[in-house]
């Protein structure tokens, strides 16, 4: 169980397009997930909460224009980095709280690399 | 700020070996305290959780809590070449954080035949 899958796994785009990555609880339902970014030999820096039904909560310094979080059902929400620039070039990795396990405990996806030249 | 420190390594212990892995955190408000293990170019993967002060052990794995001094701990016995791994300390608080994970820079883990 916990199973969280990301698509794609990696994406190379040129500057000024935007990019879509999708995040899904295969075996169960995730009401919150969470985005997070990672650079080359940093940890991970939340983004923002994604909530089913609302609106994504951002965290200080993510321009919540540029990254478009949709979380339109209970298994499914999205990233979307508009007008993408080499500075948007990282790994971005979603979560979800299975519910089942101890409280606030993640588990990720396999992640998405994104290379903008 | 909430802060979340690991000692970045490397770490560097003989196959069989212990590998002992330590995090501090300034939120004592904190509630729930995580260890993940990274393998280059992965994402991370859950390896214990623990709530409460003292120890708790999966396996070749015991996570230690000790909430007065804002320190948490991973052991690994038996260490394994495989373990080999960055292993990122995670830490959720309560209030306006809640539910939201703040991580250690992780630490670099090499266990050498």
């Known amino acids: 169980g916990a199973v969280v899958s990301q698509h794609p796994s990696w994406v190379i785009c040129k500057s000024g397009t935007s990019v879509k990555i999708e995040c899904r609880s295969l075996d169960f339902q995730a009401t919150t997930m969470f985005w997070y970014r990672q650079f080359p030999k940093q940890s991970l820096m939340l983004m923002a909460t994604s909530n089913e039904g609302s609106k994504a909560t951002y965290e200080q310094g993510v321009e919540k224009d540029k990254f478009l979080i949709n979380h339109a059902s209970l298994t499914l929400s999205t990233l979307t980095v508009t007008s993408a620039h080499p500075e948007d070039s990282s790994f971005y990795i979603c979560?979800?709280?299975?519910?089942?396990?101890?409280?606030?405990?993640?588990?990720f996806g396999p992640g998405t690399r994104l290379t903008v030249l | 700020q909430k802060e979340v420190e690991q000692n970045s390594g490397p770490l560097s212990v003989p196959e069989g070996a212990i590998a002992s892995l330590n995090c501090t955190y300034s939120?004592?408000?904190?509630?729930?305290f995580f260890w993940y293990r990274q393998y280059s170019g992965k994402s991370p993967e859950l390896i214990m959780s623990i709530y409460s002060n003292g120890d708790k052990e999966d396996g070749r794995f015991t996570a230690q809590l000790n909430k007065a001094s804002q320190y948490v701990s991973l052991l690994i016995r038996d260490s394994q070449p495989s373990d080999s791994a960055t292993y990122l300390c995670a830490v959720s608080g309560g209030g306006t954080s809640y539910g939201k994970l703040t991580f250690g820079q992780g630490t670099i883990l090499t266990v050498h035949p």
């Open positions: 939120d004592r408000g904190s509630q729930s």
């Open positions: 979560s979800a709280d299975q519910g089942l396990a101890g409280p606030d405990t993640q588990y």
